[in-house]
């Protein structure tokens, strides 16, 4: 089919709306497509059936009639697929998302029935990727009209305002204090305890200079699965000092010392905090996807469901739990408020604010462009020991 010849030149990334999909798309594939949204235009014409189309599927009535009629499984799958920041997919991948949807609501359909339903509705089009390999791609504009539709659904639900008059923001704060650590291992000399830990008056030391100052832990309750030295200092902490360890910017010698290396001296000196920002947001997905696995697609629900207004947080909280597992020691409740609103919060990816004794949430700006930013979906788990 046409498509696949775009692909085969090279631009098989780019962005398509559905107009160019109908463009390039087999007649066979259009003519189902307008069967199902019964249009009155010649069969025989596929410039006909595409303005026709065009006109209908885009038309906001009818969008907002057929969201109304998807069930619960396949608003699912659509939001697996329409959150997932790649625009081709493979048939592996669209299974995958079937099968989940299917599972997380115990329904009885089928992977293949949930793409053939979206094939029909014009959600998702069929291509020619590279090596002849057959690809799905998505609709730019469909996708972003369909996932506002959507997000409109939820919010309907749950309670949202527009200002608040205090709130907290760590802007940057997480990429202040980890150029603050370095400086300080470079400055100080760092003494390690027989496990490899910095000593807590250290420690203490250290976090008062913090912007968002911390407790060295105490040794109560378990800690493991979400980073190399998680059981040994606090969240935020253990995040800062897994990130720099992971990019080499310190070591811990046979000696007892913790030091800057090279490379940590140079981002001491050359550090952009913006760039940091979103660095360590980067590390903290890929180190926090292992024990959480849906935590991409958690991230890019929050950041469709708070980009313009504060939500209330339990309400939000509601919605989240349906993503989650407890896990060992934790619960579903923990893992949302400590391992994901917490740490975003942290990352400056949100803000929280109160109302009347409540907490709300709204994503910040930085916070949107780090999430869209990111593929995460895709992105490798790291497993540090």
């Not at 010392?257 to 940590?264: K, V």
């Amino acid at each position: 089919m046409k498509v696949g010849i775009i692909l085969e030149i090279g631009i098989g990334v780019m962005e398509l709306n559905l107009a160019e999909m109908l463009l390039y798309a087999d007649i066979n594939h259009i003519k189902k497509i307008a069967d199902h949204y019964q249009c009155q235009c010649d069969r025989h014409s596929k410039q006909d059936m595409i303005q026709s189309l065009i006109y209908k599927i885009l038309q906001r009535q009818t969008m907002i009639n057929t969201i109304k009629q998807v069930d619960h499984t396949e608003q699912t799958f659509i939001l697996l697929l329409y959150l997932d920041q790649r625009n081709q997919f493979m048939i592996e991948d669209l299974l995958a998302k079937g099968k989940k949807a299917i599972q997380l609501h115990q329904s009885s359909q089928k992977p293949r029935d949930l793409i053939l339903l979206s094939l029909k509705k014009g959600w998702i089009f069929q291509g020619v990727g590279k090596k002849n390999t057959l690809v799905y791609l998505i609709p730019e504009d469909l996708k972003s009209q369909i996932l506002e539709l959507i997000r409109d659904q939820f919010l309907l639900k749950m309670h949202t305002l527009k200002e608040l008059p205090f709130y907290r923001d760590e802007k940057k704060m997480i990429a202040a204090d980890c150029q603050t650590f370095l400086k300080f291992v470079a400055n100080e000399e760092v003494v390690l305890t027989g496990d490899g830990n910095i000593y807590r008056r250290q420690q203490q030391l250290l976090f008062n200079q913090f912007l968002v100052p911390e407790e060295p832990i105490k040794k109560i309750g378990w800690r493991f699965g979400y980073g190399r030295r998680y059981r040994d200092y606090p969240d935020r902490f253990s995040l800062i000092y897994d990130y720099a360890y992971y990019k080499k910017f310190i070591e811990e010698d046979e000696k007892g010392f913790l030091y800057l290396t090279d490379l940590g001296r140079n981002r001491l000196d050359n550090g952009n905090l913006d760039h940091i920002t979103m660095d360590i947001y980067k590390f903290w997905i890929r180190l926090y996807k292992s024990p959480i696995p849906d935590l991409p697609f958690i991230v890019r629900l929050i950041d469709l469901l708070t980009v313009d207004d504060w939500l209330l947080l339990e309400d939000l909280q509601s919605t989240i739990l349906f993503w989650l597992k407890d896990r060992y020691y934790e619960t579903r409740e923990v893992i949302f408020n400590e391992r994901i609103i917490k740490m975003l919060h942290h990352l400056g990816i949100i803000q929280i604010g109160q109302d009347q004794g409540k907490k709300y949430i709204r994503l910040t700006k930085d916070g949107h462009r780090f999430v869209h930013g990111f593929e995460m979906f895709q992105a490798k788990e790291i497993k540090m020991k």
